[in-house]
C-alpha cells in the first residue's frame, strides 16, 4: 500500500473581529500577522497534490493542524484541500493538533469534527466501533495486512500551552484495541503528539510515558505524528515502533512530507522537501519492519 503523510497544514484566516479578544485567538492572529502569514504557504500544500497523483499514492495520512486558530473558516479551507485529494480517487485519515482545538470554544463544541470524518475505511471492530470524535480513539482496517488507530490527544491550553493529553480514558480503549487486534495485521498509530521529550515543556504530551510503556508492549509497527514542525525518521525497532514525523508541509523553508510503500515486513520512504513552493524528493530510505 502507498500512503502519503503530511502534517501542520496551517491553513489561515486573519480575523479583526474584537471577539477573538475573549479567547487565545488573539494569540493566534498576532502571530499569523507577523509570522506564520509569511512562514507558510498553501500553495505549496497545494503543489502535493500532483506528487500523490503521479506515485499513485492510494491514501493520505494527515496528523493535524489543518487550521491555524480553528477557525469554521480555515476548517473551510483545509476542507476543500482534502475534496481535492479525494477527487483524485485518494483516501484520507485525518485526525486534530492543537491548532484545531485552539480555543476552548472550538475544543467544546468539537468543531473540528463538524467538517472532518474518517469514513474512507471500515471500521476495524464492527461491535465495538469507538469514534475519534466521542472516545478519542478510532480504528480501521486499511487492507488485508495493515490497520490504522488514530488518536486524539489534544486539549484546549492556556495562551502560552500546547500540550496534549494521553488521558486515563483513551489509554483505556487503546490497550483493549490494540489486545484484539486480528493476527496478521500490522499497526499502525496516528497522533499530533510525539510521545518523547521536546524541546518545549510547553508543547509536551502529558503522560507521555504511559503511551510509551504501551507502544513497548504491543506490536506496533510505525508511529506517526507531527506538531514539532521538523522532519524526523527514528528506528527504535525492536524495543519501539519505527517513528516518523513528517514536519510541517506547509513551511516554506524546511517543508517536508513522506511519501510510504507499505510492505507486510518493509517500508519504503521517500522524502520531499520544500522548493521555492514546489517540492524535490530529499531522499530514499527502505526500512525492515519488527526487527
Not at 469534527?113 to 480504528?139: H, Q
Not at 487503546?174 to 496516528?190: A, F, K, M, S
Amino acid at each position: 500500500m502507498k500512503i502519503a503523510h503530511i502534517s501542520d497544514l496551517h491553513f489561515s484566516k486573519l480575523t479583526l473581529s474584537p471577539l477573538q479578544f475573549f479567547s487565545k485567538r488573539w494569540i493566534g492572529n498576532l502571530n499569523l500577522f507577523f509570522s506564520r502569514k509569511k512562514g507558510h504557504s498553501p500553495k505549496q500544500v497545494y503543489n502535493i497534490l500532483k506528487i500523490l497523483e503521479k506515485h499513485e499514492v492510494e491514501c493520505v495520512f494527515i496528523t493535524g493542524d489543518l487550521s491555524t486558530t480553528s477557525r469554521a473558516s480555515e476548517f473551510l479551507l483545509a476542507l476543500e484541500f482534502i475534496e481535492e485529494i479525494r477527487k483524485k480517487g485518494i483516501k484520507t485519515i485525518v485526525l486534530p493538533g492543537n491548532h484545531d482545538h485552539y480555543t476552548k470554544s472550538a475544543y467544546k463544541k468539537k468543531l473540528f469534527y463538524s467538517y472532518f470524518t474518517n469514513t474512507d475505511f471500515p471500521y476495524l471492530f464492527k461491535d465495538k466501533a469507538v469514534s475519534l470524535k466521542n472516545e478519542g480513539i478510532e480504528a480501521v482496517k486499511l487492507n488485508d495486512h495493515y490497520c490504522a488507530i488514530t488518536l486524539d490527544a489534544v486539549v484546549a491550553t492556556s495562551l502560552v500551552m500546547s500540550t496534549g493529553l494521553f488521558s486515563e480514558e483513551i489509554e483505556k480503549k487503546l490497550i483493549d484495541v490494540l489486545e484484539n487486534i486480528p493476527q496478521g495485521l500490522n499497526t499502525l498509530v496516528l497522533c499530533h503528539f510525539p510521545f518523547f521529550c521536546i524541546d518545549s515543556y510547553r508543547k509536551r504530551l502529558i503522560r507521555k510515558e504511559k503511551l510509551k510503556t504501551i507502544l513497548e508492549k504491543y506490536n506496533v509497527s510505525i508511529y506517526f505524528h507531527g506538531h514539532t514542525h521538523n522532519h524526523s525518521i527514528a528506528n527504535l525497532q525492536p524495543e519501539l515502533p519505527l517513528i516518523l514525523d513528517s514536519g510541517s508541509c506547509s513551511r516554506v523553508k524546511e517543508g517536508y512530507f513522506n511519501i510510504l510503500n507499505l510492505d507486510q515486513d518493509k517500508v519504503g520512504i521517500s522524502v520531499y522537501k520544500s522548493h521555492y513552493l514546489d517540492w524535490k524528493k530529499s531522499k530514499d530510505e527502505s526500512i525492515n519492519l519488527g526487527i
